[in-house]
């Protein structure tokens, strides 16, 4: 299995940025599709997006497309999501997560979060 530790969130005001970062522990990431979940307050976690193991095919929930990119360097186990444009709406927790089955919000391992609000 792998590990993996998010950070980059924190407090932005409508129509900025931030970056996430997702950090996998051992040397299997590259091997793994990866991808973005949210969860925002009393609410189902739901699918933001994700990349495949190579990097050439990514996939983004409607409400994000446009807005947020999902990349990932497989020499430093590494998978980020610049967000842009961001709105109040975008408030929630955001985890990382390997193996994620499209269509649905099931992954094979999870992060422990990042908390990211939007203010208006």
């Known amino acids: 299995q792998v590990q993996l530790v998010e950070s980059g969130g924190g407090l932005v005001q409508a129509g900025g940025s931030l970056r996430l970062s997702c950090a996998a522990s051992?040397?299997?990431?590259?091997?793994?599709?990866m991808g973005w979940f949210r969860q925002a307050p009393g609410k189902e976690r739901d699918f933001v997006a994700a990349?495949?193991?190579?990097?050439?095919?990514?996939y983004y929930a409607d409400s994000v497309k446009g807005r947020f990119t999902v990349s990932r360097d497989n020499a430093k186990n590494t998978m980020y999501l610049q967000m842009n444009n961001l709105k109040p709406e975008d408030t929630a927790v955001y985890y990382c997560?390997?193996?994620?089955?499209?269509?649905?919000?099931?992954?094979?391992?999870w992060g422990q979060g990042t908390q990211v609000t939007v203010s208006s």
């Open positions: 997560a390997a193996d994620p089955v499209l269509g649905t919000n099931s992954a094979g391992n």
């Open positions: 051992g040397r299997t990431f590259s091997r793994y599709a």
């Open positions: 990349i495949s193991w190579t990097g050439g095919s990514t």
